[in-house]
């Protein structure tokens, strides 16, 4: 008999006041989500160790977490133990790609991100990472050598190209980002948005975010020229745009390689490799038109 299954390990916890009932959350693709009731209360579980391959480190998951609940974006955190942090539970819509690109949410979503880059940092304690998704880029494709993965073939050719697009999205600003900007992550109430999963926290190019949330959610031409005026809060001019599309194309490949990492290490049941293949050609796309600019 499995006793250390993820059901157990949460019904084992001594945080609870008494019987509880705990029902998946569907959706994640990092870690095993759960909705706990204990007596009146509701709570969201999230189990998961450090993912090194991922660079996730739960240390600074957590320390992300608190401070945008300080900054007010994110859910409290309510209790944790190695590997499992207790969440408030927030009575939500959780958002599609669609929701994402209706311009009164795209309003919404610019004015946390902004809060995320700038407030953010104000409340964080302990130690903080940088994700710096040109390192991130190699180092995967490092793992995915070393792993005898069926995309070795691809490697050189990504790890290419990513160095170059990290020559020319720079020089760089640095801001707090969040880092993992697809439309799952963001929480509607019914009153106000949310920003959950902390996973990829870290110090960064405001660009990241800016081209992760256009390329995650497949934001029309418009809608980037109208996210970098109103970010940046002047008109875009074609370096701006040229720096912008370089991370734009470098998050594609970063997601692109995540899954491919994610094939061969996850136990999650998840279709990653029909995930990897669609954010290949998204990917491909994107560099393709960024070639012609």
């Known amino acids: 008999m499995t006793t250390n299954t993820p059901l157990n390990r949460i019904k084992a916890m001594a945080f609870w006041q008494g019987e509880i009932s705990a029902v998946p959350l569907a959706g994640g693709i990092t870690n095993v989500n759960y909705v706990v009731t204990d ?3 509701k709570y969201v579980v999230r189990l998961g160790e450090d993912i090194p391959k991922h660079h996730v480190m739960r240390f600074n998951e957590l320390s992300a977490s608190r401070a945008a609940h300080a ?10 133990e190695p590997g499992i942090t207790v969440l408030q ?3 939500c819509a959780t958002y599609s790609p669609e929701d994402v690109r209706k311009h009164r949410n795209l309003e919404r979503i ?18 903080a990472l940088i994700f710096w998704v040109f390192h991130v880029i190699r180092d995967y494709a490092a793992s995915l050598q070393d792993a005898g993965s069926s995309y070795q073939k691809l490697l050189p050719e990504l790890v290419q190209i990513g160095n170059l697009l990290e ?15 697809l439309a799952a992550n963001f929480l509607d109430d019914g009153d106000r948005l ?12 405001p660009l990241f975010d800016l081209g992760g949330l256009a390329s995650n959610n497949e934001l029309n031409e418009s809608q980037e020229i109208w996210l970098l005026e109103n970010y940046f809060e002047t008109p875009v001019t074609s370096e701006l745009l040229h720096r912008y599309t370089a991370m734009k194309c470098a998050s594609l490949l970063r997601e692109t390689m995540w899954s491919m990492v994610s094939e061969i290490s996850s136990d999650i ?4 490799a029909t995930y990897t293949s669609d954010n290949l050609a998204r990917f491909r796309a994107a560099y ?3 070639n012609q600019t």
């Open 39 to 41: 007596g009146d209360q």
């Open 71 to 80: 900054a007010g974006l994110s859910p409290a955190v309510i209790y944790t």
């Open 89 to 91: 539970f927030i009575e």
């Open 110 to 127: 610019l004015t946390l991100i902004k809060t995320c880059h700038l407030q953010v940092p104000k409340y964080l304690r302990g130690p």
């Open 167 to 181: 020559t020319n999205a720079g020089p760089f600003d640095m801001v707090y980002g969040h880092n993992d900007l």
């Open 194 to 205: 949310w920003i959950i999963d902390w996973d990829y926290a870290g110090f960064n190019s």
């Open 269 to 272: 049941d998840f279709d990653y």
């Open 288 to 290: 393709n038109n960024y």
